[in-house]
């Protein structure tokens, strides 16, 4: 078996070839979400997803070979390629929905920008699924004040792309704020209401599909909106997660993790570290409490599983913990370790910064999705728009912050306190010897007949 079409993203799929053989074909999805947020800023969404399948072509192929040579480019960053995940997409950034994040001077100057792939690999009778995701923050309010009155050319200094002809969906979406203000210059082709994000949303959709919409701008405006005014009280996510290493010595530490629920609900999570083969943590001094709101503590730890790393090989220490989340409360996790000393030859060539930790994940347990939910869980009819439901999400993943952790570093200065010193004991001793070869010594007697010895010039004696 080989995957003819390696990465269907790079559009090198034979169609013909899956069609003969009764394999569904390949597919690529494209999307873009635009949502408005209460703070003046807009969060930019781009995902794109394939399927694909494992196609058998035994037609003049070897048998004999054991080896298999490809090429496998190295892309390093420069000016021209600030934005990597444009390469996987068959597109490349030239027309479709990338088209909109191929202005890296624009894109990059975001506040803040996240993303992500993952990847199914395909079984017998299933496809494969390759799904990937940028995200970005764009300030909508000028530095000086305004309105957060925006079009989609402002935004990516662009106008909407001409459509990419092996897209099986391109779609546009906009999810509205609940706010009656808010008005689009675009009849949208679709609206529907679902969850998003435990929040039921009036949502707006284009098929970009559709060659009339190419070239065209779309403006977003709050009517009669001044100034914006930014909200004194923010609303919390529904689970956040802190991370931080306390250190009391230097080759010691503590990981304190905690993890928030904001929500009205007990969730059912699984949380899981993984620390370098350098961590060693001390799984025997590990604790695990909760503390809600009004101070009572509980159990919440159910099971855990622990995979130590093997020093010093390549190899990563893995700790899943499973977890219940009380409502309004916060689990704190404590766990200490040891940083294990590294080699020499492990220590990058550069200024010593600290090594970074990847970031935690934990993956909640009972979400419901955000699809095929048209009735609320406290009235039992339809919901209405902001009703919130921290069950009725798509997101099952919450990824923590990395960290920076400092380690114990050898004294790099003394290799070259050991050449300098080398260097000055075989100058000297050079230089002495190279002068008693060279000069010339001789008896001479001064005036009182005394026998002194001096140096005598070689070219005046001769």
């Known amino acids: 078996m080989r995957l003819l079409d390696t990465l269907p993203l790079l559009g090198l799929a034979v169609t013909a070839l899956a069609t003969e053989q009764g394999i569904p074909e390949d597919t690529f999805h494209e999307s873009l979400t635009l949502h408005p947020l209460p703070d003046g800023k807009l969060s930019v969404l781009f995902q794109f997803t394939t399927h694909f399948s494992l196609h058998n072509n035994a037609d003049g192929e070897r048998f004999d070979l054991t080896h298999y040579y490809l090429n496998a480019p190295y892309l390093r960053l420069c000016t021209e390629n600030l934005t990597p995940f444009l390469s996987l997409l068959p597109s490349k950034g030239?027309?479709?929905?990338?088209?909109?994040?191929?202005?890296?001077?624009?894109?990059?100057?975001?506040?803040?920008?996240?993303?992500?792939?993952?990847?199914?690999?395909?079984?017998?009778?299933?496809?494969?699924?390759?799904?990937?995701?940028?995200?970005?923050?764009?300030?909508?309010?000028?530095?000086?004040?305004?309105?957060?009155?925006?079009?989609?050319?402002?935004?990516?200094?662009?106008?909407?792309?001409?459509?990419?002809?092996?897209?099986?969906?391109?779609?546009?979406?906009?999810?509205?704020?609940n706010d009656p203000n808010f008005s689009i210059d675009h009849t949208?082709?679709?609206?529907?209401?679902?969850?998003?994000?435990?929040?039921?949303?009036?949502?707006?959709?284009?098929?970009?599909?559709?060659?009339s919409l190419a070239g065209q701008d779309?403006?977003?405006?709050?009517?009669?909106?001044?100034?914006?005014?930014?909200p004194q009280i923010f609303e919390p996510p529904a689970i956040t997660i802190s991370r931080a290493v306390t250190d009391r010595y230097a080759g010691d530490g503590t990981f304190h993790i905690e993890i928030d629920n904001h929500g009205d609900e007990d969730r059912e999570a699984l949380y899981s570290e993984f620390w370098p083969w350098?961590?060693?943590?001390?799984?025997?001094?590990?604790?695990?409490?909760?503390?809600?709101?009004?101070?009572?503590?509980?159990?919440?730890?159910?099971?855990?599983?622990?995979?130590?790393?093997?020093?010093?090989?390549?190899?990563?220490?893995?700790?899943?913990?499973?977890?219940?989340?009380?409502?309004?409360?916060?689990?704190?996790i404590e766990v200490p370790f040891t940083k294990l000393m590294l080699k020499y030859t492990d220590h990058v060539p550069d200024a010593e910064r600290g090594r970074e930790i990847s970031s935690s994940v934990l993956a909640m347990l009972d979400?419901?999705?955000?699809?095929?939910?048209?009735?609320?869980?406290?009235?039992?009819?339809?919901?209405?728009?902001?009703?919130?439901?921290?069950?009725?999400?798509?997101r099952t993943r919450i990824y923590g912050p990395k960290l920076l952790v400092d380690i114990p570093v050898p004294d790099f200065s003394m290799p070259y306190n050991v050449i300098i010193m080398s260097c000055t004991i075989m100058a000297i001793f050079f230089g002495s010897v190279h002068g008693r070869l060279v000069r010339k010594w001789a008896w001479l007697y001064d005036s009182k007949g005394l026998e002194v010895t001096e140096e005598v010039d070689v070219k005046k004696d001769e």
């Open 94 to 177: 030239q027309s479709g929905l990338s088209k909109l994040l191929a202005r890296p001077g624009n894109v990059l100057s975001w506040g803040f920008k996240t993303e992500g792939i993952h990847v199914v690999m395909p079984s017998e009778g299933k496809q494969g699924q390759w799904t990937g995701w940028w995200e970005g923050i764009v300030d909508l309010v000028p530095e000086r004040g305004g309105s957060r009155e925006f079009t989609i050319s402002s935004v990516f200094k662009e106008n909407l792309p001409r459509p990419f002809p092996r897209a099986s969906s391109s779609i546009l979406r906009v999810i509205k704020p």
């Open 218 to 230: 779309i403006k977003f405006s709050w009517d009669g909106e001044g100034n914006f005014v930014y």
């Open 367 to 394: 979400v419901r999705g955000e699809e095929g939910w048209g009735t609320s869980r406290k009235t039992g009819g339809k919901p209405v728009i902001g009703e919130r439901d921290e069950l009725r999400t798509a």
């Open 278 to 332: 350098w961590v060693k943590g001390w799984i025997s001094e590990m604790s695990v409490r909760s503390v809600s709101r009004s101070g009572n503590e509980s159990d919440t730890l159910h099971a855990f599983n622990y995979l130590p790393s093997i020093p010093p090989t390549s190899s990563t220490t893995t700790l899943r913990l499973r977890l219940t989340l009380p409502a309004q409360s916060t689990t704190t």
């Open 188 to 211: 949208p082709k679709r609206e529907k209401q679902q969850f998003v994000d435990g929040r039921y949303r009036d949502i707006a959709e284009w098929d970009l599909k559709d060659k």
